[in-house]
């Protein structure tokens, strides 16, 4: 497993408490399980409605993560008209 920090934002960065966090996962799918296990109901039902953004490209839950300088973001669901 791979070591990524995850810069979270809105209502994921209020349900964490930080603004970065870490964790060890695989794959995109791994680390939304493994985040929300640490924060969660609420963090999941927000990370899955969401978007994951790995260096600066939308990812699905089987992109490999290699952690490093690799930039990780969870993106609530944005919402307006």
Aim: charged residues 20%; hydrophobic residues 45%; proline residues 4%.
């Amino acid at each position: 497993m791979t070591v990524v920090k995850v810069r979270l934002f809105a209502a994921l960065r209020e349900l964490a408490g930080s603004n970065e966090v870490e964790a060890e996962a695989a794959s995109v799918g791994e680390l939304v399980q493994a985040l929300s296990h640490r924060y969660g109901e609420r963090f999941e039902k927000v990370a899955r409605a969401g978007s994951v953004v790995v260096d600066g490209q939308r990812a699905g839950p089987e992109t490999a993560l290699t952690g490093g300088s690799q930039e990780v973001a969870l993106l609530p669901p944005v919402s307006g008209g």
